[in-house]
């Protein structure tokens, strides 16, 4: 039995990979050239612009910037970034009163092209050249954020030592720099390519599409232009933290969270050992929380699309690191989940 089910396993799994790289190929072409703006209207905000600058995209169908998104969004500001604010939504009068005061800009736009044409159109409308940015960093609502302070990670991002940094990496279908959260530094932001790169950004109608050509290809074309590029949460440090946990096994003061971690950490290792590539948001979120990461995806908590076995930790380590914001994650998925429990 044992062979017959990882037999139709790995069949399913060629089959949902097949249909993603047709999808992908299928929503690029049939978007032909079309890197046009989406942006239909630009707001002016009252914050001044500083030489760290976050694009920030963002889409909500009630209209509405959440408590969570709010809270990232101050954490940022606390980091001293200057916030240009993207929607691929409406967004209603008393959510873009809270925005004026915290934007340099607010820039509502069509939702096509997902988050990548979105970054695109946000890049494309800054009032001076990327180049004379000391920091430009991509991000979006895709996280529950932060569960601890973002200072680690953005003071991490150490551009002597990378040009281009993110919060994770991944293996999957090639190595590339997670999107959800990615940093430009002076070396970059001067090169020809990275302005090549976004003006090509098509406003493709496939997420796998996105995926594809421009998550993975916007590693590969920075690579190709001769800049590094790195993770503050490598696949690798994960990969030694479970290595680590193992090593401690014999802790007689082993509790219940204890007991996750280290299965966790045999799961990865487990994968690991297969070389099988693993998406370290969504598989290995806890041994990313117990690292120090500050976020957690929030297609993990809404739809936990691989059925991580220890997803429910997820509640006592938000309640006990950042309360306010578990109080508001869970509003907010009350609102989202369809047909499982939190």
């Known amino acids: 039995m044992i062979p017959i089910r990882r037999a139709a396993l790995l069949a399913r799994s060629l089959a949902v990979q097949m249909w993603r790289g047709m999808a992908a190929d299928i929503g690029f072409w049939t978007a032909g050239p079309n890197a046009e703006s989406c942006v239909r209207a630009t707001i002016k905000g009252a914050a001044p ?24 969004l101050d954490a940022l500001l606390a980091e001293g970034f200057s916030i240009v604010f993207v929607s691929n939504s409406p967004v209603a009068s008393d959510s873009l009163d809270h925005l004026r005061l915290r934007c340099i800009s607010i820039l509502m736009r069509e939702n096509r092209g997902y988050d990548f044409a979105a970054y695109r159109d946000g890049i494309l409308s800054l009032p001076v050249p990327p180049e004379g940015l000391a920091m430009l960093l991509l991000a979006n609502d895709s996280v529950y954020a932060p569960i601890v302070p973002l200072t680690n990670l953005i003071n ?28 430009f ?22 997420k796998w599409a996105v995926v594809k050509y421009y998550e993975i290809g916007l590693t590969a074309v920075m690579q190709a232009a001769g800049l590094r590029c790195a993770a503050f949460f490598d696949y690798q440090s ?34 690991a050992a297969r070389r099988q590539a ?7 979120w806890l041994l990313l929380v117990e690292a120090g990461g500050p976020f957690v995806k929030r297609e993990l908590l809404r739809d936990d699309p691989t059925v991580v076995p ?28 369809r047909r499982a429990a939190p």
């Open 185 to 206: 530094g002076p070396t970059a932001l001067a090169h020809p390519q990275f302005l090549a790169f976004w003006r090509r950004v098509r406003n493709a109608r496939s």
């Open 310 to 337: 220890d997803l429910f930790a997820w509640h006592r380590l938000m309640r006990d690191r950042a309360p306010e914001l578990y109080e508001e994650v869970l509003t907010d998925l009350k609102r989202v989940m």
């Open 156 to 183: 991490g991002m150490d551009f002597t030592a990378a040009d281009v940094w993110s919060a994770t990496d991944s293996w999957q279908h090639r190595y590339h720099l997670q999107s959800y959260l990615i940093g």
């Open 238 to 271: 994960l990969m030694r933290l479970a290595t680590a946990i193992m090593d401690d096994q014999d802790n007689p003061a082993a509790n219940t969270m204890t007991v996750l971690y280290r299965s966790s950490a045999k799961r990865a290792l487990r994968s």
């Open 278 to 284: 693993v998406n370290p948001v969504i598989d290995l």
């Open 49 to 72: 612009q500083t030489d760290r600058v976050c694009i920030f995209v963002h889409y909500d169908s009630g209209l509405a910037v959440r408590p969570h998104v709010r809270r990232y």
